[in-house]
T-cell receptor, first 111, second 116 residues
Framework: TQLLEQSPQFLSIQEGENLTVYCNSS?????LQWYRQEPGEGPVLLVT?????EVKKLKRLTFQFGDARKDSSLHITAAQPGDTGLYLC???????????FGQGTRLTINP | DAGVIQSPRHEVTEMGQEVTLRCKPI?????LFWYRQTMMRGLELLIY????????DSGMPEDRFSAKMPNASFSTLKIQPSEPRDSAVYFC??????????????FGEGSRLTVL
């Protein structure tokens, strides 16, 4: 059983479309992180959200942390082929120094 | 900085052989993590070290897996004997202490292991 559930697992859309992917848990997290992983590489941090209800923007990417700090979403506006990759959410296990990851959303943007 | 360096990038071996994966963390980073990634299970934490000391190895699948960190700039993950189900991409990651546990993890490029 995954502590962090991501949906959808796979998403393939056309360039220019908007999309939202989700990261959900039954547990409360002090923070959540979003990473992007490209083929043959390790994950790279995009953003950390810390406060319930927080919204952070990174160019065309908008990240939101749920009010109850149990979920997060990533919205991409006008997706581009360069957005293609595996998007992973991660959260610290309470009281521990380690991060647990969701299984990821594999996003493909078609030209 | 060169980032987290892992070797080998690819390893193909036969069942029963010993496999050693290597990692050089970013200089000054106190924490080192070993993860395994598969399509079925995603990214799983195997073990992590703080100041070269193993803190939590609860994710190590079984006794065939062992990890060491003899000094601040080097760690190994060993599988002996290897089995086909160990086939995966193994990642090493490091981060500095301080902004924990929300600090950014810096990942290497991974070691892709195939056990035939």
């Amino acid at each position: 059983t995954q502590l962090l559930e991501q949906s959808p697992q796979f998403l393939s859309i056309q360039e220019g479309e908007n999309l939202t992917v989700y990261c959900n848990s039954s547990s409360v997290f002090s923070s959540l992180q979003w990473y992007r992983q490209e083929p043959g590489e390790g994950p790279v941090l995009l953003v950390t959200v810390v406060t319930g209800g927080e919204v952070k923007k990174l160019k065309r990417l908008t990240f939101q942390f749920g009010d109850a700090r149990k979920d997060s979403s990533l919205h991409i506006t006008a997706a581009q082929p360069g957005d293609t990759g595996l998007y992973l959410c991660a959260g610290p296990i309470q009281g521990a120094q380690k991060l647990v990851f969701g299984q990821g959303t594999r996003l493909t943007i078609n030209p | 900085d060169a980032g987290v360096i892992q070797s080998p990038r690819h390893e193909v071996t036969e069942m029963g052989q010993e496999v050693t994966l290597r990692c050089k963390p970013i200089s000054g980073h106190d924490y080192l993590f070993w993860y395994r990634q598969t399509m079925m299970r995603g990214l799983e934490l195997l073990i992590y070290f703080n100041n070269n000391v193993p803190i939590d190895d609860s994710g190590m699948p079984e006794d065939r897996f062992s990890a060491k960190m003899p000094n601040a700039s080097f760690s190994t993950l060993k599988i002996q004997p290897s089995e086909p189900r160990d086939s995966a991409v193994y990642f090493c990651a490091s981060r500095p202490s301080g902004r924990v546990p929300t600090g950014e993890l810096f990942f290497g490029e991974g070691s892709r292991l195939t056990v035939l």
